[in-house]
């Protein structure tokens, strides 16, 4: 019984934590730093061209996100892009 509630424990820990990580993530995103100007392209053809209210964050798969200054939103975008932070 000990070995079936301690994976219970353990799988229930790792999946909470993950929920806490991408609020961080969320959260970090949200607030904080510079804004940026954003140009993304997918397959040579240009998919988004807007601004950043603040941080970009960017993930190991390619991805970035960050608050879009156009309408207030938390955007996720997959593809090439070029972020060019403001002074």
């Known amino acids: 019984m000990r070995p079936v ?3 219970v424990i353990l799988s229930t820990t790792v999946a909470m934590s993950a929920c806490t ?3 961080i993530a969320s959260r970090e995103a949200t607030w904080g730093d510079k804004p940026a100007d954003i140009v993304c392209w997918t397959y040579g053809v240009q998919n988004f061209a807007g601004r950043s209210t603040g941080k970009v ?3 190991e798969g390619g991805r970035i996100s960050f608050v879009d200054a156009a309408n207030g939103r938390y955007t996720t975008i997959e593809g090439e892009c070029r972020v060019v932070y403001s002074k």
Do not use: F, G, Q, V
């Open 57 to 59: 964050e960017y993930d």
């Open 5 to 7: 509630l301690t994976a």
């Open 21 to 23: 990580d991408s609020k």
